[in-house]
């Protein structure tokens, strides 16, 4: 089935915002739209998210998936994190905001009997949570999503170290790219933790809610997918056995399939959203 994916550039408030839209096939009943929001030091075209993007299309889903504005991906060469810059200027306020702008845009080219869903992944779902509170959305879905930002700051001395010279350097795993933080990050959050609390965000969802993890994720505890899930009025949760934090992909992908365990989390999203209702 040939799918048709289209590239947008948004100018959003904080930035650009560079994405694709892969469009239902010619023929088929579109149901929706799904955004799909990466997760830290992630991109819209890590691993098999474009192959996942297709399989939606084929579903009758269009799905658009973008690039956050400071994820340091920029023109020519969206593969590469190449504004350093930015990408240390970044915060979750940000973050939200963007994906806010994206569900907004996709919510304004639906019909009314069309449904918006979006995705989150890792820390793409924490920021899918706290935009899908503050957006229309008809359903949510969390892929091995993170429950709380504030524990993942430093405390103690490597807090005041990073206060001190507004650096807190990470390194990228997959490129052994040295990236640094500035303070600025931890500034934004303490200023708007109320609304970056994600616990608050899902609570106050009226949509159904889906948390998806794997049981061996060493990134991201499947104890958080379970929080999730049990915060939300209507929450599910589903668990993949035997994978981790990206279900059995990685970068760059080049099988002509997906692993089984992201088949089944495919699978288990797909009877989620086709049964979601206005």
């Given at each position: 089935?040939?799918?048709?994916?289209?590239?947008?550039?948004?100018?959003?408030?904080?930035?650009?915002?560079?994405?694709?839209?892969?469009?239902?096939?010619?023929?088929?009943?579109?149901?929706?739209c799904v955004v799909f929001a990466?997760?830290?030091?992630?991109?819209?075209?890590?691993?098999?998210?474009?192959?996942?993007?297709?399989?939606?299309?084929?579903?009758?889903?269009?799905?658009?998936?973008?690039?956050?504005?400071?994820?340091?991906?920029?023109?020519?060469?969206?593969?590469?994190?190449?504004?350093?810059?930015?990408?240390?200027?970044?915060?979750?306020?940000?973050?939200?905001?963007?994906?806010?702008?994206?569900?907004?845009?996709?919510?304004?080219?639906?019909?009314?009997?069309?449904?918006?869903?979006?995705?989150?992944?890792?820390?793409?779902?924490?920021?899918?949570?706290?935009?899908?509170?503050?957006?229309?959305?008809?359903?949510?879905?969390?892929?091995?999503?993170?429950?709380?930002?504030?524990?993942?700051?430093?405390?103690?001395?490597?807090?005041?170290?990073?206060?001190?010279?507004?650096?807190?350097?990470?390194?990228?795993?997959?490129?052994?790219?040295?990236?640094?933080?500035?303070?600025?990050?931890?500034?934004?959050?303490?200023?708007?933790?109320?609304?970056?609390?994600?616990?608050?965000?899902?609570?106050?969802?009226?949509?159904?809610?889906?948390?998806?993890?794997?049981?061996?994720?060493?990134?991201?505890?499947?104890?958080?997918?379970?929080?999730?899930?049990?915060?939300a009025t209507q929450g599910q949760?589903?668990?993949?056995?035997?994978?981790?934090?990206?279900?059995?992909?990685?970068?760059?992908?080049?099988?002509?399939?997906?692993?089984?365990?992201?088949?089944?989390?495919?699978?288990?999203?797909?009877?989620?959203?086709?049964?979601?209702s206005h």
């Open positions: 089935m040939c799918i048709i994916r289209t590239t947008f550039t948004h100018l959003g408030l904080n930035g650009h915002l560079n994405g694709d839209i892969h469009s239902v096939p010619k023929g088929m009943v579109k149901r929706g990466h997760g830290y030091k992630g991109f819209k075209d890590w691993g098999a998210w474009e192959m996942m993007g297709d399989m939606f299309a084929e579903e009758g889903w269009e799905f658009l998936r973008f690039n956050f504005s400071h994820n340091g991906h920029v023109l020519p060469d969206l593969n590469q994190c190449s504004d350093e810059l930015a990408w240390g200027k970044n915060t979750y306020s940000k973050e939200k905001s963007d994906l806010e702008e994206i569900i907004l845009n996709a919510s304004e080219s639906c019909k009314p009997n069309e449904k918006i869903i979006v995705i989150g992944h890792s820390r793409g779902g924490g920021i899918a949570a706290l935009a899908a509170a503050n957006s229309h959305v008809d359903g949510v879905v969390l892929l091995a999503s993170v429950s709380d930002f504030a524990r993942r700051f430093p405390v103690g001395d490597q807090l005041e170290a990073w206060r001190k010279t507004d650096r807190l350097e990470v390194v990228n795993g997959r490129t052994q790219q040295v990236l640094s933080h500035s303070f600025s990050f931890f500034k934004d959050f303490t200023m708007n933790a109320d609304a970056l609390n994600i616990e608050s965000a899902v609570r106050s969802l009226k949509v159904p809610l889906l948390a998806v993890h794997g049981d061996s994720d060493k990134a991201v505890s499947d104890v958080e997918g379970r929080e999730l899930a049990g915060w949760f589903v668990s993949i056995p035997d994978t981790g934090h990206t279900f059995g992909t990685s970068h760059p992908w080049t099988d002509e399939s997906l692993p089984s365990p992201a088949l089944k989390a495919m699978s288990h999203i797909v009877n989620f959203i086709n049964n979601v």
